[in-house]
């Protein structure tokens, strides 16, 4: 009988010591272990594989987060190993949390991490401008503009100027870059999800127009017998248009933007005006030339002095 009696003691005293340390045996199997979630931090790209650094056999894990906020997929089975979940959408700025469980115990948060997506850089994503469309005038310069489009999460955005196919722009790392010197250019824009090489619109140097030719047509007029007359000038180098005008309004007007030029006149008018042309171009415009035309009375006709 006492040996049976110290069969039966030893269990006992087993459990007291499990009482003693505050620890009865249901609650003792609903103990789970903490572990890690890894990425953290900035994703450059929308999904990731998230893993946990371990497991235990016998529980179950389910990924909870996104946005809205909810369960992931499925429950994963411990393996005693980490455990992945592969293909997470990622959302802007949201915590992806691990809740453990199995049968009999409540569901307890064992991992935890905070993740925030950001796209790739693509080449659609950096727009590069040039001042004045590219257009050099003598003695000018032009300012290029690189412009990155706004993605959440995407910061630290460097860049570096180029000649183009050659050498990089020594102190050229800003978003702007000024230059005096004609030609192609390129810009590398890196940022923390990717970089992209961007070429530059090239840069066009201007040549200002030269004077034209003289002002050609009649200059001496019987006004109510001629109302309208057409002046010419000999084109002038590098212009890209023409502006006409007339010295005094009130006698008549005048259009044109090509070399020549047509005049209404006022009937009204008596005396001198100058019909001016001058050759324009993004660079500036050419010296006016000019050509005085004389409106008499309609009574001072004379065919022997070139009047009409």
């Given amino acids: 009988m006492r040996k049976s009696s110290n069969k039966l003691f030893l269990p006992l005293v087993s459990f007291a010591a499990i009482l003693l340390l505050g620890v009865s045996p249901a609650r003792s199997q609903c103990v789970f272990a903490n572990y890690t979630l890894t990425p953290s931090g900035l994703i450059c790209g929308s999904t990731t594989t998230i893993t946990m650094s371990g497991s235990q056999s016998g529980v179950s894990y389910q990924l909870m987060g996104g946005s809205p906020s909810g369960d992931i997929g499925s429950p994963i089975a411990g393996t005693g190993s980490a455990i992945s979940w592969p293909n997470v959408s990622i959302a802007a700025g949201t915590t992806y949390l691990v809740e453990a469980s199995k049968s009999g115990c ?48 995407r910061a630290n955005i460097t860049y570096q100027w180029f000649y183009y196919d050659g ?35 090239t840069i066009t140097a201007e040549s200002l127009p030269t004077a034209p030719g003289p002002v050609s047509g009649i200059d001496t007029i019987s006004n109510g017998a001629v109302t309208q007359s057409v002046y010419t000038i000999t084109p002038s180098a590098n212009a890209t248009g023409y502006a006409w005008s007339l010295s005094n309004a009130a006698a008549g007007s005048i259009t044109g933007e090509g070399t020549s030029a047509t005049v209404i006149w006022n009937t009204r008018f008596i005396g001198t005006v100058t019909v001016n042309a001058s050759g324009t171009a993004l660079c500036g415009n050419t010296p006016a030339a000019g050509l005085a035309v004389t409106l008499l009375p309609r009574t001072m006709v004379s065919n022997n002095h070139n009047i009409y």
């Fill in 167 to 201: 050498p990089p722009i020594s102190g050229a790392t800003s978003s702007t870059f000024t230059t005096s010197t004609a030609g192609a250019y390129s810009v590398l824009v890196l940022c923390n999800c990717g970089y992209q090489m961007i070429q530059c619109p």
């Fill in 106 to 153: 409540s569901g307890t948060v064992v991992a935890g991490t905070f993740l925030y997506g950001s796209t790739l850089l693509a080449t659609s994503d950096v727009t590069v401008t040039a001042s004045n469309n590219g257009i050099m005038c003598p003695g000018g310069s032009i300012t290029f503009t690189a412009t990155v489009a706004p993605a959440y999460g």
